[in-house]
């Protein structure tokens, strides 16, 4: 170790009640996504708040994992929380009014951060320093470096369970202004088993994919089915905005190589991750995943220039042109855009790529149907009716490029649940999509 990063590291090291005590009052204060949210200083911050008389703080977050004070009531008059992604504990928050959300694509968070809305506090999880004074943004890689590149002042949370990782999400102890030390256990998340349904799905998919190709899998049930049914492949590569366990399981079989990837050859690569404590230990110091900026990762003409690039997301609605809607039930906020229109261009545009959006046909104990006439008013549209290619429910695929309204209104019915197809086709009939 050397002594001068060492010295540093001892004369900006505090505590987390020193820290939030240096933030002014209308500060704009921002923390990576997921595990790379410092959630002992935001946690500092929400009791500095209550104790005393704090204003105008604008507080930003992307996927929160841990519950805090800062979302309870009480907080109004001293903050305002804004949400990049309406998941975990955000959901709450947006769908209460409780956060604002901000709409956009995750690969132009970077870009944002950096020319539109310019943080005052950047504070965020690493892993402890190693010999050369780089701690790593590790598993909250994807935004981190481009939050706090315009940052008035930079504070880091030091986590000894946090694991280092390789790929660009490094951070020396000279750029910034001040550390605290704190351990909390990393959240898990819980490895669901693969429902009947989402296994149907899953071999739908997976029969479709080579040997060779490059994945993408998105949130939820069905992405980790297919996943799973990709065991029995050969040579596969990860390029995606997620690291899952599921990809670690297709890492450790042997299935993903990374060997035909057009970059990155011999790694897979991510933005962010979560899992299980086994996912944490495996990508520490691994030099077969790397994490990067999310504005590489998610940028379409990178994705594509991979041969046989596959995407594979779920929704939350379709209609019966093709157009999805992955973000929101009605107008109430759900998830995000995330990268999933990238993903779906970049695979279009990948020489023998596929994309693929999934979803049961149904929710609610099948008493509403996820494929509809028109989209549920207010849906927050993800993907238009131009990008998508295929959509996949446990009944089939349909297939949509290159499709005539009334044929992809067709094919759409096909993989409806049988409950409501009479219902669709009558509806398909009254807006004159097929005679
Ligand atoms: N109407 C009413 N409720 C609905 C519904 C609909 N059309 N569709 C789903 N739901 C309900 C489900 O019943 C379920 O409720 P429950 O929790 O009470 O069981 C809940 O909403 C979640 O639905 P589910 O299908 O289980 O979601 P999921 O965990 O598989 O995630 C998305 C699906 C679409 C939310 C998720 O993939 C996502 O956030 N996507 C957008 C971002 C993205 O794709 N990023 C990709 C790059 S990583």
Redesign the pocket.
């Known amino acids: 170790m050397d002594m001068k990063w060492q010295d540093m590291y001892a004369a900006k090291k505090k505590s987390a009640e020193e820290i939030v005590a240096m933030i002014p009052n209308g500060s704009r204060c921002a923390t990576p996504c997921g595990l790379g949210e410092a959630v002992t200083l935001r946690d500092a911050l929400a009791e500095r708040a209550i104790a005393e008389d704090l204003s105008g703080i604008e507080h930003h977050l992307l996927l929160t994992l841990v519950d805090s004070k800062i979302y309870h009531p009480g907080m109004e008059d001293k903050m305002k929380h804004v949400s990049w992604f309406t998941?975990g504990f955000a959901r709450k928050a947006v769908q209460t009014n409780t956060a604002e959300y901000m709409p956009g694509f995750y690969k132009d968070t970077p870009r944002m951060w950096r020319e539109e809305v310019k943080a005052d506090i950047f504070y965020g999880t690493v892993s402890p320093m190693d010999k050369h004074g780089y701690f790593s943004f590790g598993l909250g890689t994807s935004t981190a470096r481009d939050q706090m590149l315009n940052a008035d002042l930079i504070f880091l949370e030091v986590n000894e369970n946090f694991p280092r990782t390789q790929g660009t999400g490094m951070v020396h102890v000279s750029e910034i202004d001040g550390l605290c030390e704190s351990s909390p256990t990393l959240v898990t998340l819980p490895n669901t088993p693969i429902s009947e349904k989402d296994a149907i799905v899953g071999e739908f998919i997976a029969d479709r994919i080579p040997d060779g190709a490059t994945i993408?899998l998105?949130?939820?049930?069905?992405p980790n089915a297919v996943g799973d049914a990709l065991k029995s492949k050969q040579g596969l590569g990860i390029h995606?905005?997620?690291f899952n366990e599921v990809m670690m399981e297709l890492m450790e079989c042997g299935a993903v190589t990374n060997a035909n990837k057009a970059m990155d050859k011999y790694k897979s690569v991510a933005g962010f991750g979560l899992g299980s404590t086994k996912l944490y230990d495996f990508v520490e110091d691994n030099p077969g995943v790397e994490f990067r900026s999310i504005e590489y990762l998610n940028d379409p003409y990178n994705i594509a220039k991979h041969d046989n690039f596959v995407s594979i997301?779920?929704?939350?609605?379709v209609d019966l042109l093709g157009q999805v809607c992955?973000?929101s039930?009605g107008s109430k906020p759900?998830?995000?855009?995330?990268?999933?229109l990238d993903?779906v261009r970049g695979a279009n545009a990948s020489k023998g790529g596929q994309s693929f959006i999934s979803?049961?046909s149904t929710?609610?104990n099948d008493t509403?149907t996820?494929i509809k006439p028109i989209l549920t008013h207010g849906a927050h549209v993800?993907c238009s009716k131009n990008d998508v290619d295929m959509i996949v429910t446990e009944y089939g695929i349909a297939k949509l490029k290159g499709r005539t309204a009334s044929q992809r209104a067709k094919a759409m019915i096909e993989i409806a649940h049988p409950d409501f197809r009479e219902e669709l086709e009558f509806e398909a009939k009254k807006m004159n999509m097929i005679p």
Do not use: D, P, R, V
Request: a negative charge; charged letters at 15%; hydrophobic letters at 25%.
């Open positions: 998941g993408q998105g949130i939820g049930g069905i995606s905005e997620m997301n779920a929704t939350l609605e992955s973000e039930i759900f998830s995000g855009t995330g990268g999933q993903y979803t049961y929710a609610k509403i996820k993800t």
